[in-house]
C-alpha cells in the first residue's frame, strides 16, 4: 500500500520525463529526488526510478543524494544504495550493497580529446553500461569504470579500472586483487 502511494506521487515527474526518455527532464527529477530526507525519500527515489530506469526492483532502496544520470540503468532485487551516490549506465546484480560516495561511472571514455588536445564534451564519449554482479560490498567512495563480478568486495575508495573477476577482493588505486 505504502509503495503504491509513493508510485502514484511519482507518476506525474515520469510522465513528464517520458519515462527517462526526455532526458533533460529525467535528470531534473532525478536530481530534485535525490534530495527528498528519510524513509519518504527512499520510497519516492524507488518509485521513480522504477518507472524511468530500464529496470529498478520496489524492493531496493537508494538513499539521500544519490541519483542516476542516465536512464540506461537497472537495480536488481533487493539492491542497497548508500547516500551520495552518483551512478550512470549500470546494471547493478541483486542483493549487491553500494556504500556512501559511490560513483559507478559510464566507462573510462567519456571524455576524449581531438587532435588538438582539447578536451570534447561527453557528447563525443564512448558510454558503456557497467555491470555489477549479484552479492557484491562496494565500499564507501569507491569509483567504479569497469565490471565487478558476482560475489565480489571492492575496497573503501578504491578505483576500478578493469574489470574484478568473480568472488575477488579488489583494494587500492588502481584496484588490485588480493584475495
Sequence with gaps: MV??????????????SGFGRIRVVFAFFAQAYSQVPGLPGDYL???????????C??????????????P?????ERVYIGSYCVIGRAQIGERTQIASGVQIL?????????AGGQITGSDQGEFSTIHIGA????????????DVGAGSTI????????????GSTAVGVPARVIG
Design 155 to 166: 575496497g573503501a575508495g578504491a578505483v576500478v579500472s578493469r574489470a574484478i573477476p568473480e
Design 45 to 55: 527515489r524507488v518509485a521513480y526510478y522504477s518507472m524511468t530506469l530500464e529496470k
Design 57 to 70: 526492483s520496489l524492493e531496493s532502496c537508494i538513499s539521500f543524494g544519490t541519483f542516476f544520470a542516465h
Design 135 to 146: 552479492d557484491c560490498w562496494i565500499g564507501a567512495a569507491a569509483v567504479v569504470m569497469a
Design 3 to 16: 509503495r503504491a502511494v509513493f508510485i502514484l506521487a511519482a507518476l506525474p515527474a515520469a510522465l513528464l
Design 106 to 114: 559510464s566507462g573510462s571514455r567519456q571524455h576524449t580529446r581531438d
Design 72 to 76: 540506461e540503468a537497472s537495480v536488481a
